[in-house]
């Protein structure tokens, strides 16, 4: 079953045209790899997926829901796109137990097993201002799976971990494969993609080739 089903999707902002006519499927149960340079078009399809870009022309269905006219975001989806946004003043449990008590489906032991699982301590009192860069990553991997989404959309979920951290992210990810979730990932190491992914697409230009 395709998860994910991008028709013929294009997108143009004033004038200038960021997807051309991407069509692909993403099937369920699986980690799809995204490549292609900075302002190549895989972000901003991720962001049309996920609902936050609405496309000029074509349709997104995910999950046999159609984005932006059966649901305005994918249900049962976790996302880290571009650097994930905290309050600096909070700990990290204080910044996930403010976005879970939004939609009331992470309580606190999810919030602190979802911590934990990313290698973070949920009782650590350290202003998020005060992280490093991998650990605000790691934080925005907790917020992505604290509610047990189906999917995940992941745009450099590597960004900013050294390398024991790029080793604990992969090990996770494939358990999260093993779980029967699907998983949509944006990466620049082809590391990365090797070692991860079950289907590979590039995108150049704003157009997407399967490898």
């Known amino acids: 079953m395709q ?3 991008v028709q013929d999707v294009t997108l143009c902002i004033q004038k200038k045209p960021i997807l051309q006519h991407v069509t ?15 302002g190549s078009g895989k972000t901003m399809l991720m962001k049309c997926i996920c609902g936050f870009v609405r496309p000029t022309q074509g349709k997104i269905l995910v999950n046999g829901k159609q984005v932006g006219k059966d649901m305005d975001f994918p249900e049962a989806t976790g996302v880290i796109i571009e650097t994930p946004g905290f309050i600096p003043y909070y700990s990290g449990f204080r910044n996930l137990k403010m ?10 032991e999810k919030i602190r097993k979802s911590m934990q699982t990313v290698g973070l301590e949920p009782d650590l009192k350290r202003h998020v201002k005060k992280y ?8 925005g991997l907790a917020q992505a799976i604290m509610e047990d989404p189906d999917l995940l959309i992941l745009d450099e979920p590597m960004n900013g971990l050294d390398k024991d951290g790029v080793q604990d992210m992969r090990r996770y990810l494939l358990q999260l494969k093993e779980q029967g979730k699907t998983i949509l990932l944006a990466s620049h190491s082809a590391e990365d993609i090797s070692v ?6 590039e995108m150049d230009k704003g157009k997407l080739t399967i490898c």
């Open 3 to 5: 998860y994910i089903d």
């Open 24 to 38: 692909v499927g993403f099937a369920s149960g699986k980690i799809h790899g995204l490549i292609g340079r900075n």
């Open 99 to 108: 976005l879970a008590d939004l939609t009331g489906k992470a309580d606190k």
């Open 132 to 139: 490093s860069l991998g650990m605000r990553q790691r934080l």
């Open 196 to 201: 991860l992914c079950d289907t590979v697409c």
